[in-house]
């Protein structure tokens, strides 16, 4: 079946600092992956997306390249800022069905 | 702008009780969803509805009833709450639905659940 798997939590960084957050997945055939990003007391919001390999999603700062060899969407952002704590997912999106498959999430906190 | 509101925020439920847990949505989205999210778990899908008067079970549905008399309604009932039940559950609604690329899904802020 359909499975994403990210790295443990939390991660602690200073601000400035350089984020990479990982994220493998399992999936037939050519999934679209995202990932989402929780804002204490909200909801989950869409943070970037890719729809192919070799696709690049960009937003905020934030980036993610789709990579079909090693299976990987990993997170990354040059400079972290206090503002970006929040619990981090990678979820993907199979060619069938409804649903989006989950990883567990990943708490950043950013210290001044 | 309003987007997918969820109520209550919080909830402590005996064993037994029963209770509808509220979600509405202003974007006139047809596809929603009813998710649950374990401690150190993704989230799971309970529900899903493709349009009014049309649901479907998800991953997880057992103890779980939901219905959609309107396009902006979607409540989730728990009939006998059982310790098992205790989580956080999110409302999500899509403007297309479908797979791929054009599943993006919009979020409530959550329905924090304890069954004791």
């Known amino acids: 079946g359909n499975s994403v798997t990210q790295m443990e939590g939390p991660v602690t960084l200073s601000e400035e600092a350089f984020l990479t957050i990982n994220c493998t997945y399992t999936a037939t055939g050519y999934p679209s992956l995202f990932w989402y990003v929780q804002y204490p007391g909200e909801g989950l919001q869409l943070l970037l997306k890719a729809t192919k390999a070799d696709d690049k999603g960009s937003n905020k700062g934030f980036e993610a390249t789709y990579r079909k060899e090693t299976t990987s969407f990993h997170l990354e952002k040059g400079s972290v800022q206090v503002s970006d704590s929040a619990v981090y997912f990678c979820a993907l999106s199979p060619n069938s069905g409804y649903a989006l498959n989950f990883g567990k999430g990943t708490s950043l906190l950013v210290t001044p | ?116």
Request: charged share 15%.
């Open chain 2, 1 to 116: 702008n309003a987007g997918v509101t969820q109520t209550p925020k919080f909830r402590i439920l005996k064993i037994g009780q029963s209770m509808t847990l509220q979600c509405t949505q202003d974007m006139n989205h047809n596809y929603m969803y009813w998710y649950r999210q374990d401690p150190g778990m993704g989230l799971k899908l309970i529900y899903y509805s493709v349009g009014a008067g049309i649901t479907d079970k998800g991953e997880v549905p057992n103890g779980y009833n939901v219905s959609r008399s309107t396009t902006e309604d979607f409540p989730l009932r728990l009939e006998l709450a059982a310790p098992s039940q205790t989580s956080v559950y999110f409302c999500a609604s899509s403007p297309t639905g479908g797979a791929g690329a054009k599943n993006i899904q919009y979020f409530g802020a959550g329905t924090r659940l304890s069954v004791l």
